[in-house]
């Protein structure tokens, strides 16, 4: 399972941080102004959001096979699309189609793992999940400059062909989802009897543990204060990600480097983020601890903000993303660990992506917000300082979360104590 999950993540994501390394050749191409490539690059964002929890409904509904399938094929279909874009209009359209097609596909994923791996095991499976941003960074980066060099094979420019492999790849998966996902535990064709009956008893003993949560209706479970508290926190993290991201390839391009260059020393902080978000979440599992390993995490992305907004040499520069990337991705996994200590039932599918989707409004507000202060300041350090900021909000309210919960459990020991 993991593998799968993770090549399909690996697709999606270079799916939308390709957008960034397009940039390098596309905008000169079309005549895109930084301010309406970060306002296209973050509509992505919006559209994701406007249906990520209809879609995380309805995979919940469906099953992950065939939903997942779908995501999948219509997200290559508007890929396919990209590849003959000439307007600012079609820029912006596809860009937003593009959110609307592969709304549910991350909280869905998140969801179906969480009805497979027990607690104990969760951080660790969704880390290995999650770490493939940074490994999609990592080789997707180098990658993406040599397909940019690749200008003019098929009589295509490097950006075209970049939205060409990306639409072959989620053919290819989405055919492939059809063929070998199996939506629960009870239909799997690998473990034995026994592992089947512990996994699914063990996996009902924990639900039942959470005894009243299961009763909350949906649409209550949305105005539940800590699953927004959490998608504030998410916005920020996710705000921090898709600028880095987006972004960066256009950052490390002001150092005067060309496109191999870029793709190459591009992969360097991804690379160290990839071995560090697994770490930080075997760690975070061992110890059974959550809101700290999100705090120290968020606030170190947010000082690698500050200083990749300070850097004058290419060094200093490089060593600001490593501490952004490792920071922002291994704060990752405990996140999506924090939901399943209070949340479950049917209610759950509706609450993660309520978190996912509002969260990743971050990835509409951090690109649009770059683009624009580039645009009217020339400079990306007041933007920079902007993200930063919103990191360490995501911070504070973490923090909150875990005071909220604890208040949550004593009243609760209270309530039944007395009975």
């Not at 079309?30 to 306002?39: Q, W």
């Not at 307007?87 to 179906?112: C, P």
Request: proline letters at 4%; one cysteine or more; aromatic letters at 12%.
């Amino acid at each position: 399972m993991i593998p799968y999950v993770m090549v399909v993540y690996f697709v999606g994501f270079f799916d939308r941080i390709n957008i960034g390394f397009a940039a390098l050749t596309m905008n000169q191409d079309l005549g895109f102004s930084d301010a309406v490539f970060g306002l296209g690059a973050g509509l992505f964002f919006l559209g994701y959001f406007l249906t990520d929890v209809p879609s995380n409904i309805i995979l919940q509904k469906v099953g992950p096979r065939i939903w997942l399938t779908r995501i999948l094929l219509s997200w290559a279909v508007i890929t396919a699309f990209m590849i003959n874009v000439k307007t600012v209009e079609g820029f912006y359209i596809l860009r937003f189609l593009l959110g609307v097609a592969e709304a549910g596909s991350f909280s869905g994923i998140i969801l179906y793992l969480s009805t497979w791996f027990p607690m104990k095991r969760r951080a660790q499976m969704i880390a290995l999940f999650m770490a493939t941003a940074p490994i999609s960074a990592m080789f997707g980066s180098p990658l993406a400059g040599a397909i940019l060099s690749a200008h003019g094979a098929l009589g295509l420019a490097g950006w075209q062909l970049m939205f060409l492999i990306c639409n072959v790849a989620a053919t290819v998966m989405g055919v492939f989802t059809w063929f070998y996902v199996n939506d629960k535990p009870e239909k799997n064709r690998w473990l034995t009897a026994e592992e089947t009956q512990w996994l699914v008893a063990t996996l009902a003993a924990e639900k039942q543990n959470k005894g009243e949560v299961v009763k909350v209706s949906i649409w209550k479970g949305l105005t539940d204060i800590r699953v927004l508290t959490l998608a504030v926190v998410y916005f920020g993290t996710s705000a921090g990600l898709y600028s880095l991201n987006i972004w960066s390839p256009q950052f490390i391009k002001s150092f005067g480097l060309t496109t191999m260059q870029i793709g190459l020393i591009n992969a360097v902080p991804s690379a160290m983020a990839a071995i560090a978000t697994v770490m930080w979440a075997r760690h975070s599992d061992k110890t059974k601890e959550r809101t700290w390993h999100v705090v120290s995490a968020c606030l170190l992305a947010s000082t690698g903000f500050v200083l990749v907004g300070w850097a004058q040499s290419l060094p200093l520069a490089i060593a600001a993303l490593v501490m952004d990337n490792m920071g922002i991705s291994s704060c990752k996994p405990p996140i999506w660990s924090i939901p399943s200590l209070f949340l479950s039932g049917p209610a759950a599918a509706a609450r993660l992506a309520a978190i996912n989707s509002i969260g990743n409004l971050g990835g509409f507000a951090g690109p649009a917000l770059i683009g624009w202060l580039k645009s009217n300041t020339g400079s990306f350090s007041i933007a920079l300082y902007c993200v930063a900021g919103m990191l360490v909000v995501s911070a504070i309210l973490t923090l909150s979360i875990e005071v909220r919960c604890r208040r949550d459990a004593a009243k609760f020991e209270l309530t039944h104590s007395t009975k």
